[in-house]
């Protein structure tokens, strides 16, 4: 499912090496649909990607492009868990005019239309993933 969001970088994390084959870098932006109420929510670059924050700073306004994604974690107890991801694609700096974008693919991505015709948000492959035995223990 593919999404996009303006907002302003809030935080900006360290590349992390998760395994000898999997990076990632998180981020949270703040997004003020609603001036009186912003949200604050983290997103994560992996593989290649994590190079898009460089040279951006804390408060700068981004377009970012991303896909929801979830998984299901079972613990050697059996207990099972349910994680989210907000998985970017691209990060850029923010256009003037891409303000009104955001705010028309915010309804639409709630709305389940995405207003163009063209699949913008075709996922590529993921090799980047860690695979079973890529990974400790850790559920995330």
Do not use: C
């Not at 992390?16 to 649909?33: C, G, H, M």
């Not at 992996?46 to 970012?64: A, H, S, W």
């Not at 991505?109 to 695979?131: H, I, K, L, V, W």
């Amino acid at each position: 499912m593919g999404m996009e969001v303006i907002g302003r970088l809030h935080v900006i994390g360290e590349t992390q090496q998760k395994s000898e084959r999997f990076t990632k870098r998180e981020f949270v932006l703040e997004i003020a649909e609603n001036p009186k109420y912003p949200q604050t929510v983290q997103f994560q670059l992996t593989g290649d990607r994590v190079n898009q924050l460089d040279g951006m700073n804390v408060g700068d306004q981004v377009r970012v492009e991303f896909s929801l994604r979830g998984r299901e974690w079972r613990s050697p107890s059996g207990d099972v868990k349910y994680f989210n991801s907000l998985d970017v694609w691209r990060i850029e700096p923010a256009r003037a005019n891409a303000q009104q974008s955001s705010r028309q693919s915010s309804r639409n991505a709630t709305s389940g239309n995405s207003g163009d015709s063209r699949d913008r948000f075709t996922m590529p492959p993921r090799d980047d993933e860690p695979r079973p035995g890529d990974v400790d223990d850790i559920p995330f």
